[in-house]
């Protein structure tokens, strides 16, 4: 059984840009959450897709988008960026919205410049 | 106001001793979880145990317990027989409701000495 995967690992990018993070979801499951981590920080809920639709989104701004895909894998889509959105991001997967246990990739670094 | 507090940026322990990380919680639902996760330096989320607040037992996994004190909201972690793999950054967490998005705390640094 294949984990979380995340890609990519690290990412710079320069302010203004656009940038996309990639999730494949642990086979099986349908739900996955995007985390934002900012450094010495614990992460924080930016939304989380449920069968390809949004299903509860966290107190970030629009230019924060996502997609999930009918394999249930997932994008994290970030225009415009600023020096503040320089973090790790993580993604995570359950079986269903309501199941407790959630598994989480390694993370993407991003550095904006 | 914070959901998640901890007060312990940082912890050590002697291998082989037990630790607890403290972690209080604030949320005026009924229903809600209370989860630790443990984060290595390579920075993957590793899920250690779970509490609903339903639950009348402490949740115990392996060398993991949970100390769940409802009416004083707080959800302390104990870790027995420290080992040198426990040196990590640890994360209590919180769902209100159904569902599980989650609601981190700041964390607290783990370093086990030998």
């Known amino acids: 059984e294949t984990g979380v995967t995340q890609s990519p690992t690290h990412l710079i990018k320069t302010r203004g840009q656009q940038v996309t993070l990639r999730c494949s979801s642990q086979s099986g499951h349908n739900t996955v959450s995007w985390y934002q981590q900012a450094l010495g920080q614990g992460p924080q809920f930016i939304f989380q897709y449920y069968r390809e639709e949004e299903n509860g989104r966290g107190n970030f701004p629009p230019r924060f988008s996502g997609l999930q895909f009918p394999n249930y894998s997932s994008e994290l889509n970030v225009n415009a960026l600023e020096l503040d959105d320089s973090a790790l991001y993580l993604c995570a997967s359950s079986l269903e919205p309501a199941y407790n246990e959630q598994f989480f990739g390694p993370g993407t670094r991003l550095t904006v410049l | 106001a914070q959901k998640i507090t901890q007060t312990q940026p940082g912890m050590f322990v002697q291998e082989k001793e037990a630790v607890t990380l403290d972690c209080t919680y604030d949320?005026?639902?009924?229903?809600?979880?209370l989860f630790w996760y443990k984060q290595p330096s390579s920075g993957e989320m590793i899920f250690l145990i779970y509490?609903?607040?339903?639950?009348?037992q402490n949740a115990t996994e392996g060398r993991y317990s949970l100390n769940f004190q409802k009416a004083r909201k707080s959800a302390n972690l104990v870790i027995s027989a420290s080992q040198l793999g426990d040196s990590a950054m640890y994360f209590c967490a919180m769902r209100e409701g159904p569902g599980n998005k989650l609601v981190f705390g700041a964390g607290t640094i783990l370093r086990v000495k030998s």
């Open positions: 949320t005026s639902d009924q229903s809600y979880g």
């Open positions: 509490q609903g607040s339903y639950d009348e």
